[in-house]
């Protein structure tokens, strides 16, 4: 198993491909087709992130938070479409708009006061009934976010799930 985010990332990227799961219904940026299509849906590649300091700032505005240093390293690292690695679904970071992607499913998935308003930011689908969550009122000494696990059938409990993103990470790729 790669000890680095960046390794479990193109690790998980390359199995997508190979299974040949890279594919969606939906909109593809022109950069990141890889040209094959069947029925209705479009293959996709991963491409290297064009993500700059400037972006990150302006994300951290929307945001209300700081991105702790393990989140840009996959904000900087690859562009997708989708990112699963066990039964995390990291939101998506498309070359093109993934500002929005990542607002619109930090703000619109659930009501405020569930998450945002608790000090939990989700960062990635867990499984098919709730989210992975930085516990960002409480950064440890290296200034990276606890992460926590979230119910949507109850929504009132937070399961302590890692101590930073990459133990999370660690943690989901070898289920």
Not at 24 to 48: C, F, H, K, L, S
Not at 152 to 171: C, G, N, S, T, V
Request: with cysteine.
């Amino acid at each position: 198993m790669p000890s680095t985010i960046t390794g479990l990332i193109d690790q998980s990227l390359a199995e997508w491909e190979r299974k040949k799961l890279n594919c969606t219904p939906g909109a593809i940026p022109e950069a990141m087709r890889t040209g094959e299509v069947q029925d209705d849906w479009q293959y996709w590649r991963a491409i290297n992130s064009t993500v700059t300091d400037e972006d990150i700032q302006e994300m951290e505005r929307l945001l209300g938070v700081r991105i702790s240093k393990q989140y840009q390293e996959i904000l900087r690292h690859k562009h997708f479409i989708e990112l699963q690695i066990g039964e995390a679904s990291i939101f998506p970071h498309p070359v093109e708009g993934w500002k929005s992607h990542i607002t619109k499913a930090v703000f619109a998935g659930y009501p405020k006061e569930l998450l945002i308003e608790k000090g939990y930011l989700p960062f990635a689908d867990y499984s098919d009934w709730g989210l992975l969550c930085f516990r960002v009122t409480a950064p440890n000494a290296d200034e990276e976010y606890p992460v926590y696990q979230w119910d949507h059938e109850r929504p009132e409990k937070f399961e302590y799930f890692a101590a930073d993103l990459r133990a999370a990470l660690e943690r989901e790729a070898t289920t």
